[in-house]
């Protein structure tokens, strides 16, 4: 298809990031330098990957990454404190508890023990609350980065039929919740939906969240859906089935490049806009 529309995140990412940088011009001036705090428990390659990279975007834009590494044998009431003196801390806008931690923590205890002012990563079940009501301040930043892409690409979702094809907490759920608040009619697919491609074929728009590689198929579609991917998976593959699912797509995200850049975006986005609280509150 000649009109084909490449979902493209760097160029969203890039967006975000541009329109922040005035905002921290801004916040200097008042002499407030925006403070996102990553807290990484344990010695996992992945996440300590992805703490980095979150810290050097942070640092690009003239925001502070204050980055706590605890020990792998850290217990969840040594965890609890060192969030509690986050949030204690008025220096520190924001608050990342890079997930998973270790199996003795309570990851659940340490998630809702985070500010719901420093929720930025939007993990705690008042920040989800806040989100599904059409309130919420930080949504979860891959759900908010699925619909800064819609907005960016101009893509039009009232009354139209959307399928999220999963339901974590913080990718599932309120994506569905983002949605529906935004007048589309949302189905909430999952691990035990029967008839998975009943589902799929009458979407408009498909959300994939599922975290299974490929999982989705082209056949699966209806002719001219638009696909989001917010899968991530080992090999640079995504939820979806690129090269099948393009074929019958009017828009698409790519795995890499698509939902992930823009996600770290909205990470910053809502680290600014916490600094920018607590000069206007």
Same mark, same amino acid.
């Not at 995140?9 to 407030?32: C, E, F, M, P, Y």
């Not at 569905?176 to 935004?182: F, H, K, Y």
């Not at 490049?257 to 910053?268: D, H, K, N, Q």
């Given at each position: 298809? $000649?009109? &084909?529309?490449?979902?493209d995140g760097q160029v969203v990412s890039n967006d975000v990031k541009q329109?922040?940088?005035?905002?921290?011009?801004?916040?200097?001036?008042?002499?407030?330098?925006?403070?996102?705090?990553?807290? =990484?428990?344990? /010695?996992?390659?992945?996440? !300590?990957?992805?703490?980095?990279?979150?810290?050097?975007?942070?640092?690009?834009?003239?925001? %502070?990454? &204050?980055?706590?590494? =605890? /020990? &792998?044998?850290?217990?969840?009431?040594?965890?609890?404190?060192?969030?509690?003196?986050?949030?204690?801390?008025? #220096?520190?806008?924001? @608050?990342? =508890?890079?997930?998973?931690?270790?199996?003795?923590?309570? !990851?659940?205890?340490?998630? !809702?023990?985070? #500010? %719901? !002012?420093?929720?930025?990563?939007?993990?705690?079940?008042?920040?989800?609350?806040?989100?599904?009501?059409?309130?919420?301040?930080?949504?979860?930043? +891959?759900?908010? #980065?699925?619909?800064?892409?819609?907005?960016?690409? /101009?893509?039009?979702?009232?009354?139209?039929? $959307?399928?999220?094809?999963?339901?974590?907490?913080?990718?599932?759920?309120?994506?569905?919740?983002?949605?529906?608040?935004?007048?589309?009619?949302?189905? +909430?697919?999952h691990s035990y939906t029967e008839n998975l491609d009943q589902h799929l074929?009458?979407?408009?728009?498909?959300?994939?969240?599922?975290?299974?590689?490929?999982?989705?198929?082209?056949?699966?579609?209806?002719?001219?859906?638009?696909? =989001?991917?917010?899968?991530?998976?080992?090999?640079?593959?995504?939820?979806?089935?690129?090269?099948?699912?393009?074929?019958?797509?009017?828009?698409?995200?790519?795995?890499?490049?698509?939902?992930?850049?823009?996600?770290?975006?909205?990470?910053?986005?809502?680290?600014?806009?916490?600094?920018?609280? +607590?000069?206007? @509150?």
């Amino acid at each position: 298809m $000649a009109d &084909k529309l490449i979902l493209d995140g760097q160029v969203v990412s890039n967006d975000v990031k541009q329109k922040l940088k005035n905002r921290i011009a801004k916040l200097a001036d008042a002499g407030v330098t925006p403070c996102l705090a990553t807290i =990484l428990v344990g /010695d996992d390659p992945s996440s !300590e990957t992805y703490v980095r990279m979150k810290g050097n975007a942070c640092e690009k834009l003239g925001i %502070i990454s &204050k980055r706590i590494h =605890l /020990d &792998k044998d850290t217990t969840t009431e040594q965890l609890l404190e060192t969030i509690q003196s986050l949030n204690e801390d008025q #220096a520190v806008h924001g @608050i990342l =508890l890079q997930h998973p931690v270790p199996n003795q923590i309570d !990851e659940r205890k340490a998630f !809702e023990t985070i #500010a %719901i !002012e420093k929720d930025v990563d939007g993990v705690t079940s008042i920040g989800y609350g806040q989100t599904a009501f059409g309130f919420g301040v930080y949504p979860s930043c +891959t759900p908010a #980065a699925i619909m800064q892409i819609i907005d960016y690409f /101009d893509i039009d979702i009232e009354g139209k039929h $959307a399928v999220v094809v999963g339901r974590s907490p913080i990718l599932g759920k309120p994506v569905s919740a983002l949605l529906l608040n935004r007048n589309a009619t949302v189905t +909430t697919c999952h691990s035990y939906t029967e008839n998975l491609d009943q589902h799929l074929k009458q979407a408009d728009i498909v959300v994939a969240a599922v975290g299974k590689p490929n999982f989705i198929k082209g056949s699966s579609l209806k002719e001219g859906a638009v696909v =989001l991917d917010a899968g991530y998976n080992k090999g640079n593959i995504g939820d979806v089935e690129y090269e099948s699912c393009y074929e019958k797509a009017s828009a698409i995200t790519p795995v890499p490049g698509g939902v992930g850049p823009v996600t770290i975006s909205m990470l910053l986005k809502h680290t600014v806009d916490a600094a920018e609280r +607590t000069i206007t @509150i």
